[in-house]
């Protein structure tokens, strides 16, 4: 029989991290402590808690954050069945209701991004052309302050899909390929293209083939301005792209390429571009030999009058095709060199096992990455096969943006879909992972070391502290009070109970309510790692 919780002020005074320390480190086994109150008290394990919390932590880490009912969803179909149907979620999974009318609300959604584009160009413009300073100035700032709300959108949106998507795997591995991908809103005017860039570039293929995967974003106008490839013209070369897209996107350092090929494919790059142009414009004057080769497919543009056209040599071998063909010749060879290979999975494997994966498991993943042409879901299913995989569940340590939608999902993702996401968010921010935030093209660190330092964890304290207490849900509703979810009572932590350490029993006896255990148990190293 459940109980209801005690009232959410306590007499006692708050725990702070330092306590946390302290308790966790007495270490103290269950049978010395003392009887917990009757909220806090993890029912009793069924027969089967191995398997169930083999599948709370399955879920843990394939999906965004395993919510306060566990696995049981999982359980009619089984786990095989269940990853075979992530595996192959579609791009359009449907959203719950309100978390879609907020979608749905968005000017990225209601606003094709080539016309937005365009529109803010204009706007940009225009203030610049006012006559007065102050009227300049006002402009100005209202076109900043509308811009920063679309970047506001396409984070937003992808919490919203995080929080609450059926296709959780496809969400996180959007992620795992906007960062692999990555590009910083913070650059140009990029903040009205990265909703776009995440949405027709990167979704659609977080699942499918690599080279596809590729291709569209070396394709999209994000990526082109941020790489500084809009630059990159016949006698006026630019490398940057070039060598960004062999030594962070395909081959990798150390990946058998020269400055030569970069050089090569900083050619084969010339002309590719973004025009900004109206829509129904007319292509740019060149010579008439060069119309035929013009592309022009929304913001995208492959000028030929810009084109570097002499013969080129690439990894050893000579290019054969012209003109924009010339660069899917050179993709081809790229996404299919087993440097590539090696690379791609190897970082997969870090992403989704361990800062350490074995040469065993490298080997497979990239000979299956080379034997299905580089499709991503065959590899994540050879992936989930391995025993190393097996192991490492509920080892990994989270980062910032795993810890935080984790931690969300378990308070509230049986509950109506928050208001706002604008508290997470700002989570990110303070945690140094704000999303589109990364300013080098490497992306954001995987590992563990980078995101366990003594201000990360006193940070994630304060995270776990507000989500505790619920206040992400009444951050969205004014004059609400939603009181903080009993964790310690719901399927979760009975999947989960059995893998609790001692020193983490210890601390979360000394809870005087749902708020305080919620708090302890969001700061436990076995929260801590997914």
């Not at 596809?212 to 490398?239: C, F, K, S, W």
């Not at 190393?388 to 943006?401: T, W, Y």
């Amino acid at each position: 029989m459940r109980h209801d919780p005690p009232p959410l002020l306590s007499t006692t005074p708050p725990i702070n991290r330092r306590q946390w320390l302290a308790l966790a480190a007495l270490g103290a086994s269950a049978s010395a402590l003392p009887a917990l109150p009757t909220w806090a008290a993890v029912p009793a394990a069924p027969a089967d808690a191995a398997d169930d919390a083999v599948r709370a932590r399955l879920l843990d880490r394939i999906t965004w954050g395993s919510t306060a009912q566990g696995a049981q969803a999982m359980a009619p179909q089984g786990m095989q069945a269940w990853l075979a149907s992530q595996l192959r979620a579609p791009a359009d999974a449907p959203l719950p209701a309100d978390a879609q009318s907020q979608i749905d609300a968005m000017a990225i959604t209601r606003t094709p991004f080539e016309t937005l584009a365009l529109q803010m160009q204009e706007r940009q413009r225009e203030a610049r052309a006012l006559p007065t300073e102050d009227e300049r100035k006002t402009a100005l700032e209202a076109w900043q302050k509308d811009m920063r709300n679309l970047q506001r959108e396409a984070s937003q949106r992808f919490v919203l899909r995080a929080l609450y998507s059926p296709a959780q795997l496809r969400e996180k591995m959007t992620w795992f390929w906007m960062n692999h991908f990555n590009i910083f809103a913070g650059k140009a005017n990029l903040r009205a293209a990265v909703g776009d860039y995440e949405e027709r570039a990167v979704r659609p293929h977080a699942l499918g083939r690599f080279r596809d995967l590729l291709g569209a974003t070396t394709r999209h106008p994000a990526m082109l301005y941020y790489l500084d490839n809009v630059q990159n013209a016949a006698g006026r070369i630019n490398e940057n792209y070039a060598r960004e897209l062999m030594e962070l996107h395909t081959l990798g350092v150390g990946g058998g390429y020269s400055q030569q090929d970069v050089q090569e494919l900083a050619r084969v790059l010339t002309g590719v571009g973004v025009s900004m142009r109206p829509l129904d414009d007319e292509p740019p004057r060149m010579k008439p030999a060069l119309r035929a080769h013009y592309v022009r497919q929304g913001l995208f543009e492959f000028n030929p009058a810009r084109h570097d056209w002499d013969a080129k040599t690439l990894l050893g071998q000579p290019l054969r095709a012209q003109g924009l063909a010339e660069l899917d010749e050179a993709l081809d060879r790229l996404a299919r060199h087993s440097a590539t290979a090696r690379f791609i999975t190897r970082k997969m494997a870090v992403y989704l096992v361990g800062d350490a994966p074995s040469p065993a498991l490298l080997d497979t993943l990239a000979r299956t990455f080379e034997r299905t042409d580089g499709d991503i879901a065959a590899v994540l299913a050879a992936l989930f096969q391995a025993g190393e995989f097996q192991a490492s569940l509920g080892q990994r340590f989270r980062d910032p943006v795993q810890y935080v939608l984790a931690g969300a999902r378990l308070v509230h993702g049986d509950q109506p879909v928050l208001a706002t996401t604008e508290p997470l968010l700002g989570w990110l921010q303070r945690l140094a992972e704000p999303l589109y935030g990364r300013a080098t093209p490497d992306g954001y660190p995987l590992d563990a070391a980078t995101w366990s330092g003594s201000g990360q964890m006193s940070t994630r304290f304060e995270a776990a502290r507000a989500l505790g207490a619920g206040a992400v849900a009444n951050a969205g509703a004014p004059g609400q009070r939603t009181p903080p979810p009993a964790l310690s009572q719901t399927p979760y932590l009975r999947q989960i109970d059995a893998t609790l350490a001692p020193a983490t029993r210890a601390a979360l006896v000394q809870a005087n309510s749902p708020r305080e255990w919620n708090l302890l148990f969001l700061s436990s190293p076995e929260f801590m790692h997914g």
